[in-house]
């Protein structure tokens, strides 16, 4: 992987890692804002911290799904890997915000409980405090509570999904293996200078 590969996966990671720490960090020992009105119906900061998954889903012991976590980002990060040499840019730097977001959490899980006392490793709670508050005729439009780090992940979903024809390789899809095999027939075919 040359020089500028590496830096469009390893930066934004780095970045999304340092200000998702800082805010959890900030947010934590800043009590007066756990439960502040930022932008009145529409936006405020609500702090909790989420023993399960993203969106407050919980089918498993926090333990258990602290390392299937652990596990997903290794996965992600070695698929990337194994395929750099195909990966764009934009890929990457979209794989950069996925990973940076997924390293963020995972340090709260395995940090956490030791730093509140109610657990040990792999016990740790997410800090989530962002709230979009809004409500249209009674039913709020997102009701999750979340952090940056989710933020830097859903964002590098959207942009793939929206430009990926542009961002993610076409041979991450499998058209490479698909396309060798006719090559080789291509060359089968041929007839030889001898024939």
């Known amino acids: 992987?040359?020089?500028?590969?590496?830096?469009?996966?390893?930066?934004?990671?780095?970045?999304?890692?340092?200000?998702?720490?800082f805010s959890k960090h900030w947010i934590r020992l800043n009590p007066q804002w756990h439960y502040a009105d930022l932008i009145p119906?529409?936006?405020?900061?609500?702090?909790?911290?989420?023993?399960?998954?993203?969106?407050?889903?919980?089918?498993?012991?926090?333990?258990?799904?602290?390392g299937i976590a652990i596990l997903a980002t290794i996965a992600i990060?070695?698929?990337?890997?194994?395929?750099?040499?195909?990966?764009?840019?934009?890929?990457?730097?979209?794989?950069?915000?996925i990973l940076g977001g997924a390293i963020g959490?995972?340090?709260?899980?395995?940090?956490?409980?030791?730093?509140?006392?109610?657990?040990?490793?792999?016990?740790?709670h997410v800090i989530d405090f962002i709230h979009f508050n809004l409500?249209?005729?009674?039913?709020?439009?997102?009701?999750?509570?979340?952090?940056?780090?989710?933020v830097a992940i859903s964002t590098a979903i959207i942009a793939m999904l929206v430009f990926h024809k542009r961002i993610v390789p076409q041979n991450l899809s499998g058209s490479k293996q698909q396309e060798q095999p006719r090559e080789e027939r291509k060359a089968d075919t041929q007839p030889t200078a001898e024939g």
Do not use: H
Request: some cysteine; overall charge negative.
């Open 77 to 97: 990060l070695s698929y990337v890997l194994y395929n750099r040499e195909d990966a764009t840019v934009g890929y990457l730097l979209c794989m950069g915000l």
């Open 41 to 66: 119906g529409w936006l405020t900061f609500n702090y909790t911290q989420n023993p399960g998954m993203a969106l407050g889903m919980r089918w498993a012991s926090t333990e258990v799904i602290s």
């Open 1 to 21: 992987m040359d020089r500028s590969k590496i830096t469009a996966l390893s930066v934004p990671a780095l970045i999304v890692i340092v200000l998702d720490q």
């Open 105 to 124: 959490n995972i340090i709260d899980r395995l940090i956490m409980g030791y730093i509140e006392s109610y657990g040990g490793l792999l016990e740790g």
């Open 135 to 150: 409500s249209i005729s009674g039913y709020p439009v997102f009701p999750y509570i979340f952090n940056v780090a989710d």
